[in-house]
């Protein structure tokens, strides 16, 4: 099979190679999927950069979700699933012809479903649908930041508490990207590159604060973010894309967030929540499922209408995870076979 293999870490296009390797062998509960295509997450940007600490060491095969064909099933998979086309996730090895899942995280995908909006419901989808459905719950009322809102995961959790009756706060920088989210019908935009975006937070939510904050950027957001919080309120952190640099620049990162004293949000009724997909995938493959299935639902009945980037074709992967890093995408990143 042919397959991006991470050679190196560094910029992009430099990074990676475009190799034949051995066909994987699907295992145990496992299913083998030949790919129409994979999508990109940002936690490939950080591997690239070697700030993944969860990456496998350079040579290897990123990649977090395929949507394809079942071409085999190891031992003990029920059947059914033989010649279906599905949306999986990889733990990962997803930047190849060949991919192989945990059947559990493998969820059935309609002939009609576009690649790029499948894909957008994969790790993207289930990471939103489980913080808004499981971690927090979303309620109509509720006072909701999202960072990164016109991301992977930012537009599905905005339209998901768009959807809820949520009064949203969105942050992005860029005029494409603000004029999406007021689409989307977003009633607080903030761009962050205008100026402090806690300060137009804080004004326009008043004294009460906010109920949740969705949060993939960590450092110094995190604790602008914990005191932006009402009494009740929940931060979920998902994501840690202000870190830079491996040994200095994780330190910087790591002391910008600074101290967290259990009894003080105790005390102030907060909650700190973090989310990280891939470990709960692999503790309860089942719930990850579940997600993505919620996720698909959701897809098909219009409540989620993912915004998806002009599909790369396998050949420029080193540009789609370029474009990707930029932060000048909107919404999903993805790659199509053939």
């Known amino acids: 099979m042919k397959a991006w293999q991470l050679t190196a870490h560094g910029v992009p296009e430099n990074a990676f190679k475009l190799r034949d390797l051995p066909d994987p062998e699907p295992k145990p509960g496992e299913v083998l999927i030949r790919s129409e295509g994979f999508g ?87 990471t939103a649908w489980y913080m808004a459905q499981v971690a927090v719950q979303l309620e109509a009322g509720d006072r909701v930041l999202v960072h990164s809102a016109a991301g992977g995961v930012g ?35 903030v761009d962050r590159s205008a100026g402090d975006y806690a300060a137009e937070v804080r004004t326009a939510a008043g004294p009460e604060g906010l109920d949740v904050s969705f949060n993939p950027v960590g450092g110094s957001t995190f604790k602008k973010d914990l005191a932006l919080l009402g009494g009740g309120g929940r931060l979920v952190l998902f994501g840690g894309a202000q870190r830079s640099g491996r040994v200095f620049g994780s330190l910087r990162f790591a002391w910008s967030m ?37 996720a698909l639902d959701a897809l098909r009945r219009g409540a989620l209408h993912p915004r998806v980037h002009p599909l790369f074709p396998a050949d420029q992967l080193p540009q789609a995870v370029e474009l990707l890093g930029s932060g000048k995408s909107i919404g999903k990143v993805a790659v199509r076979w053939g």
């Open 40 to 126: 990109l997450n940002y936690a490939d940007v950080m591997a690239v950069k070697g700030l993944y600490p969860d990456a496998p060491p350079p040579p290897c095969v990123l990649g977090y979700e395929v949507v394809g064909r079942v071409e085999r099933c190891g031992e003990g998979v029920p059947g059914g699933l033989l010649g279906k086309r599905v949306l999986a996730m990889t733990r990962f090895g997803g930047y190849a012809e060949l991919a192989c899942a945990d059947h559990r995280t493998v969820v059935e995908v309609s002939e009609g479903t576009g690649l790029g909006a499948a894909l957008a419901m994969g790790t993207q989808g289930l």
């Open 155 to 189: 537009q599905l959790l905005t339209q998901l508490a768009v959807g809820r009756g949520c009064e949203v706060f969105a942050v992005a920088r860029g005029a494409d990207k603000i004029a999406y989210l007021k689409q989307l019908g977003v009633r607080h935009v």
């Open 258 to 294: 600074g101290l967290v004293v259990p009894i003080l949000l105790m005390m102030r009724s907060k909650s700190l929540i973090g989310v990280n997909m891939l470990r709960i995938s692999e503790r309860r493959p089942q719930v990850a499922g579940r997600c993505m299935q919620g």
